[in-house]
């Protein structure tokens, strides 16, 4: 099920970013970036709707995922 960013309280959504940075390991391309570097690069896909959370009510886990072409 996919999770609109924009209803999610802002303090919970940086938490949510910065816990999908730190499991997934994401490759931010050459250099050294500090968390809030990173949470904002999230933050500006999210906008741009290239990405989206989605959240499995089976796990009831969440996640960060490139938005599907026509999705």
């Given amino acids: 099920m996919e999770i609109p960013h ?3 309280p802002s ?3 940086v938490s949510l ?3 999908f940075i730190m499991r ?3 490759d931010y391309g050459h250099g050294d970036y500090s968390m809030e570097e990173k949470v904002e ?3 500006r896909q ?3 709707k ?3 959370i989605t959240f499995d009510q089976e796990t ?3 996640n960060i995922v490139s938005k599907q072409n026509g999705g």
């Fill in 6 to 8: 924009e209803q999610i």
């Fill in 11 to 13: 303090d919970l959504l």
């Fill in 24 to 26: 997934e390991g994401t």
């Fill in 60 to 62: 009831e886990s969440f």
């Fill in 41 to 43: 690069q999230v933050l």
């Fill in 46 to 48: 999210l906008r741009a």
């Fill in 17 to 19: 970013i910065e816990s």
């Fill in 50 to 52: 290239k990405v989206i």
